[in-house]
């Protein structure tokens, strides 16, 4: 039984070609839809480690996807300093290209201007250096960069990165974290990214406290007393992605109900018109004693996969 089933399935090639590549095709889907979903999950979870123990301020009134536009005045970040509580402030400006975003919406590049004294706040010691060495104390216009941005722009230790008139000498490449800020970014001392862009306000600031309890009544605080600042700690920035990825969740979910659906359907059609084909055959094999009532419970299977499988 098993040998005439194999040879039924040749006997229909072409059918039996689109119907295994409608079923691979469905569970590729699904399994890559899975896949887009967790890498999502596991890419902000590791965002979230980043951000954790600091609160980030920024100008009130603006998202996360549009904190190019915030603005902090330096006396918005002396006030900061002189809150109670407070370890350090490191005011911080980010530029990202208008275009060429690299695949998944994540840019090729981006310029994080931070001083040199604090580059450890973005950058902590369990980052390592792939090649060349970190910031020293005192050095101007020398750049950081991360391992994406060497691979897409082709930057390598000696190498200048020029932006507007700054030129900028590449003096270490991070390794690989898969933290999408550190791999597409380009960090450079924070005055000169400020003398390239003209400007002496911020976009936004991390505050780094003595007690990391302390942080959403600190948030409060900062809100309370600057109406144009918005405050936002790990928690807070947890509970807002949370809400986008179990959007991401359920959309993957549903599309790949859809293409389990799909395929279902497709070798549904190939059973029941393999079946309705044979029926004569399965009509000759039952008048020679064939009944799924004398046939053994263990050996059963056998003869059903014959009536379903056998692609003439």
Same mark, same amino acid.
């Given at each position: 039984?098993? =040998?005439? *089933? %194999?040879?039924?399935?040749?006997?229909?090639?072409?059918?039996? %070609?689109?119907?295994?590549?409608?079923? !691979?095709?469905?569970?590729? *889907?699904? @399994?890559?839809?899975?896949?887009? #979903? &967790?890498?999502?999950?596991?890419? !902000?979870?590791?965002?979230? @480690?980043? %951000? *954790?123990?600091? @609160?980030? !301020?920024?100008? +009130?009134?603006?998202?996360?996807?549009?904190?190019? #536009?915030? =603005?902090?005045?330096? &006396?918005?970040?002396? /006030?900061?300093?002189? /809150? +109670?509580? !407070? &370890?350090k402030v490191v005011p911080m400006i980010f530029v990202v290209p208008p275009f060429g975003p690299a695949a998944g919406g994540i840019p090729q590049w981006q310029m994080i201007g931070i001083d040199i004294e604090d580059a450890d706040v973005f950058i902590d010691d369990s980052i390592k250096t792939y090649e060349g060495r970190r910031f020293e104390r005192g050095e101007s216009e020398v750049a950081l960069i991360g391992n994406t941005v060497s691979d897409n722009l082709d930057l390598m230790v000696g190498d200048y990165w020029e932006y507007k008139d700054k030129s900028f000498e590449v003096v270490g490449v991070l390794e690989d974290t898969s933290i999408s800020d550190v791999d597409t970014g380009i960090i450079v001392p924070l005055e000169d990214l400020k003398e390239a862009l003209k400007t002496d306000s911020y976009q936004m600031a991390y505050v780094v406290l003595d007690d990391p309890d302390y942080a959403e009544d600190f948030a409060e605080e900062v809100e309370d007393t600057d109406d144009s600042l918005m405050a936002i700690t790990s928690k807070d920035m947890t509970r807002q992605i949370s809400g986008i990825l179990d959007q991401i969740n359920l959309f993957t979910f549903g599309i790949g109900l859809i293409a389990a659906f799909v395929g279902g359907l497709g070798v549904l059609n190939t059973m029941i018109m393999a079946v309705m084909e044979r029926k004569k055959e399965i009509g000759v094999m039952k008048a020679i004693g064939l009944s799924l009532i004398h046939i053994s419970e263990p050996t059963r299977p056998l003869y059903i996969s014959y009536a379903v499988f056998c692609l003439k």
């Open positions: 039984m098993i =040998d005439l *089933a %194999f040879k039924n399935i040749k006997r229909r090639k072409t059918r039996t %070609f689109l119907t295994t590549l409608g079923i !691979v095709i469905g569970i590729a *889907a699904i @399994v890559a839809l899975g896949s887009f #979903a &967790e890498g999502i999950n596991s890419m !902000v979870n590791e965002q979230l @480690v980043m %951000f *954790a123990g600091k @609160v980030l !301020v920024m100008q +009130s009134g603006l998202s996360m996807m549009s904190f190019q #536009a915030s =603005d902090v005045t330096p &006396e918005q970040i002396e /006030m900061l300093r002189d /809150m +109670s509580g !407070v &370890e």
